[in-house]
């Protein structure tokens, strides 16, 4: 038996917007990381 915890989190790309994301661990070990999609600036 592991224990499962879940961290949700905010973030942003270009310091306005912000995305939210989660990360999954399993015992010690991560299990899923996802994201929102985000906006990726070019010069």
Known sequence: MQ?????EFEFSSDGDSRYKGYVKLSGLKYDTIDMEAYKIETE
Do not use: K, L, Q, S
Request: charged content about 20%; overall charge positive; glycine content about 0%.
């Open 3 to 7: 224990i499962c915890r879940i961290y």
